[in-house]
C-alpha cells in the first residue's frame, strides 16, 4: 500500500502534516486473489476431466494390447500344436516303413525254427534267442501281431493265399489256418496276414 504524508502544524506558517492510506492497490490485489481462485476452480474439472479421458484411453489401449496378445500366443499355440501333430504323424509313417521291412525278417527267423530238426541245437537256441528279442523289441514299439484265430476273413487284414471247400454255410469265408503272421503299427498295417480261407462248396 503507497502512503502519502503530509505535514500539519498549528503553526499557519507551518504546513500540517496529513497521513493518506491509499488501498486501492489492496482491493485490486484482493479481486486480483479472488479472480485467480475462481479461474483455479473453473479450471480444475476440466483438468481432472482431461485425466480421466487420457486414463480411459490408456486403459483401453491396454486392453488393445492384452486382447491382441492373447490372440497371437492362442495362434501361436496353435501353429505349435499343428507342427507336433504333423511330426508325430511323419515319425509315424518312417517307423512304419521301417517296421515294414524288419517285419519279413522275423517271420524268417520263425520259419528257420519251425523247419529245424531239433530244438537242442546251439544254433536253433540262438536263432530262437533272436526271434524272441526282436519280436519283445517290435512289442515294445506298439507293433502287434493280428489275431487270425476263430473269426472271418477281413479283406483289410488279411490276404488269402489259399481256400479250402467246406458244406457248412458258417465256415463260410472262415479262417482255417494262418501261412504268415500280420503286423499292425498303432492302428495303421504294415503287413497283411496271410491266410487260408474256407470257401462254401456249392
Do not use: C, W
Not at 11 to 37: A, L, T, Y
Not at 62 to 85: H, T, V, W
Not at 97 to 124: C, E, G
Amino acid at each position: 500500500m503507497a502512503k502519502k504524508k503530509i505535514k500539519a502544524v498549528a503553526d499557519p506558517q507551518v504546513e500540517p502534516e496529513i497521513n493518506v492510506v491509499d488501498r486501492r492497490s489492496s482491493m485490486h490485489e484482493e479481486e486480483g486473489d479472488e479472480e485467480s481462485s475462481s479461474d483455479i476452480e473453473e479450471r480444475l474439472p476440466s483438468y481432472v476431466e482431461r485425466l480421466k479421458q487420457e486414463a480411459e484411453e490408456k486403459d483401453k489401449r491396454l486392453r488393445e494390447y492384452i486382447a491382441a496378445y492373447k490372440e497371437k500366443s492362442g495362434e501361436n499355440d496353435d501353429f505349435r500344436k499343428r507342427l507336433e501333430k504333423d511330426n508325430d504323424v511323419r515319425l509315424d509313417q518312417f517307423k512304419a516303413n521301417l517296421f515294414s521291412r524288419l517285419v519279413p525278417i522275423l517271420d524268417n527267423l520263425n520259419r528257420a525254427i519251425q523247419t529245424s530238426d531239433s530244438n537242442k541245437d546251439s544254433l536253433y537256441q540262438g536263432v530262437e534267442l533272436v526271434a524272441k528279442q526282436f519280436s519283445r523289441e517290435l512289442k515294445n514299439n506298439e507293433v502287434t501281431t493280428i489275431d487270425t484265430k476263430n473269426r472271418k476273413f477281413n479283406p483289410e487284414t488279411d490276404e488269402v493265399v489259399m481256400t479250402e471247400d467246406t458244406t457248412d454255410p458258417e465256415q463260410d469265408n472262415t479262417i482255417v489256418q494262418e501261412l504268415e503272421p500280420g503286423y499292425i503299427f498303432k492302428d495303421k498295417l504294415i503287413k497283411a496276414a496271410r491266410v487260408k480261407v474256407a470257401h462254401l462248396k456249392t
